[in-house]
């Protein structure tokens, strides 16, 4: 008879170790050290009863190692049979297995037994990092407005009364339609001329549905043109999709005023 089975307090831990078919394993040769968990531990951790008899048996082995622990001070990692690792932790104030407390020292005719206060639960290992999907950048492109300063349209060319100075409004804008993922970026611009009117903006997608819609990122605004001046407007979205693929578009605009 094990002398875990003839402690009141691990009844739990017995009938869980026989059922999974490890209590004749912890009867070996050994030398053993098995840190316990007492019948308070388990109620405590509330196991569903549809728990899978491997991840029962993979807690269990977690609890149990190689060769006789002896209690020294200092905090000491050891492998357990499952693989994964533990510490002890002895102080003039505490003697612990990772968070548990440890108790009672039960020696064994093949190692040591600790009683603990808690059920130790192996690390969860994370989760790979899925592969990057299919490239989402479905149907984008960009809009260009014009204006002059009275509200007329531009983008098929201004001209005022006698060649006149006026000025315009160019604004940007980007659409995304028919995506199932939104992308990050920035919209760049450049417009060619003596003059320089640039406004740059940071953005992202906010999910309508099935489309994006991302509107309004850069004006280039009460720009200063002539009759007969053509203006070339270079812009550039970089951006990536959700997935990490190249987003990036490019266009040009050209106005030709009076």
């Given at each position: 008879?094990?002398?875990?089975?003839?402690?009141?307090?691990?009844?739990?831990?017995?009938?869980?170790?026989?059922?999974?078919?490890?209590?004749?394993?912890?009867?070996?040769?050994?030398?053993?050290?098995?840190?316990?968990?007492?019948?308070?531990?388990?109620?405590?951790?509330?196991?569903?009863?549809d728990?899978?008899?491997?991840?029962?048996?993979?807690?269990?082995?977690?609890?149990?190692v190689?060769?006789?622990?002896?209690?020294?001070?200092?905090?000491?990692?050891?492998?357990?049979?499952?693989?994964?690792?533990?510490?002890?932790?002895?102080?003039?104030?505490?003697?612990?297995?990772?968070?548990?407390?440890?108790?009672?020292?039960?020696?064994?005719?093949?190692?040591?037994?600790?009683?603990?206060?808690?059920?130790?639960?192996?690390?969860?290992?994370?989760?790979?990092?899925?592969?990057?999907?299919?490239?989402?950048c479905?149907?984008?492109?960009?809009?260009?407005?014009?204006?002059?300063?009275?509200?007329?349209?531009?983008?098929e060319?201004?001209?005022?009364?006698?060649?006149?100075?006026?000025?315009?409004?160019?604004?940007?804008?980007?659409?995304?339609?028919?995506?199932?993922?939104?992308?990050?970026?920035?919209?760049?611009?450049?417009?060619?001329?003596?003059?320089?009117?640039?406004?740059?903006?940071?953005?992202?997608?906010?999910?309508?549905?099935?489309?994006?819609?991302i509107?309004?990122?850069?004006?280039f605004?009460?720009?200063?043109?002539?009759?007969?001046?053509?203006?070339?407007?270079?812009s550039?979205?970089?951006?990536?999709?959700?997935?990490?693929?190249?987003?990036?578009?490019?266009?040009?605009?050209?106005?030709?005023?009076?």
């Amino acid at each position: 008879e094990a002398i875990i089975q003839t402690i009141p307090e691990l009844s739990t831990l017995v009938s869980v170790l026989d059922a999974t078919g490890l209590l004749p394993e912890l009867g070996g040769p050994g030398p053993l050290t098995l840190f316990a968990p007492t019948n308070a531990a388990f109620e405590a951790l509330n196991l569903p009863p549809d728990t899978s008899v491997d991840v029962v048996t993979n807690v269990l082995l977690y609890h149990v190692v190689s060769g006789q622990i002896d209690l020294a001070v200092g905090s000491i990692p050891y492998t357990a049979l499952n693989g994964d690792e533990l510490v002890v932790t002895v102080s003039e104030s505490e003697r612990t297995v990772n968070t548990a407390n440890i108790g009672d020292t039960y020696p064994a005719s093949n190692g040591v037994v600790y009683i603990i206060d808690a059920v130790l639960l192996p690390p969860v290992n994370p989760s790979p990092t899925p592969a990057p999907g299919p490239t989402q950048c479905t149907l984008r492109f960009l809009e260009v407005n014009c204006v002059n300063l009275d509200g007329v349209d531009c983008s098929e060319g201004y001209g005022g009364a006698n060649g006149s100075p006026q000025s315009v409004t160019i604004e940007y804008s980007i659409r995304n339609i028919g995506g199932d993922s939104a992308f990050l970026g920035e919209l760049l611009a450049d417009m060619s001329g003596p003059f320089t009117a640039m406004q740059s903006r940071n953005f992202d997608g906010a999910e309508l549905g099935s489309a994006f819609r991302i509107d309004s990122f850069l004006i280039f605004q009460n720009v200063p043109v002539t009759a007969g001046q053509t203006v070339t407007v270079d812009s550039t979205i970089v951006a990536n999709d959700a997935n990490g693929a190249d987003c990036t578009l490019s266009q040009a605009n050209q106005f030709t005023f009076g």
